[in-house]
C-alpha cells in the first residue's frame, strides 16, 4: 500500500486548503482512513480519522466545525478540507490507513499500519 499526501502549502490566517491522499496498492475494503499532524518539536497528534466503510466520521475537537474529512472511494483518495485555518494549525500533516483497527484506538498513531509522506502546512498570523 502506498499513500501519497499533497495539497499542503503557506496560506494566512481564516484561509482554506485541501490536503488529498491517493492510496494505491490494494482494495481498501473496510480500511480506516486517518490524518494526523506533528508541529515541530511536538509529538504526532489526531486530527481526523473515516471509520472503516465511511458511516463514521471522527475529529479532534480543535478542528471540529473546520475541518472535513471525506473519501472518494472511486479515486481511492480521502480528502481533509481545511477552513478558517489558524496559526496554531501549522504542522506536516500525515495520511494513514490501516484494515483493522478497533475503534477505541482511531486516534492513536500505532494503530495504522501504512502512512503518506506527509505534507507541509503553514498557516501565518
Known amino acids: 500500500v502506498q499513500l501519497q499526501a499533497s495539497g499542503g502549502g503557506l496560506v494566512q490566517a481564516g484561509d482554506s486548503l485541501r490536503l488529498s491522499c491517493a492510496a494505491s496498492g490494494r482494495t481498501f475494503s473496510g480500511y480506516t482512513w486517518g490524518w494526523f499532524r506533528q508541529a515541530p518539536g511536538k509529538e504526532r497528534e489526531f486530527v481526523a480519522a473515516i471509520f472503516r466503510s465511511g458511516s463514521s466520521l471522527h475529529y479532534t475537537d480543535s478542528v471540529k466545525g473546520r475541518f472535513t474529512i471525506s473519501r472518494d472511494r472511486a479515486k481511492n483518495t480521502v480528502y481533509l478540507q481545511m477552513n478558517s485555518l489558524k496559526p496554531e494549525d501549522t504542522a506536516v500533516y500525515y495520511c494513514?490507513?490501516?484494515?483493522?483497527?478497533?475503534?477505541?484506538?482511531?486516534?492513536?498513531?500505532?494503530?495504522?499500519?501504512?502512512w503518506g509522506q506527509g505534507t507541509l502546512v503553514t498557516v501565518s498570523s
Open positions: 494513514a490507513a490501516s484494515p483493522r483497527i478497533i475503534y477505541s484506538t482511531i486516534g492513536v498513531p500505532s494503530a495504522y499500519h501504512d
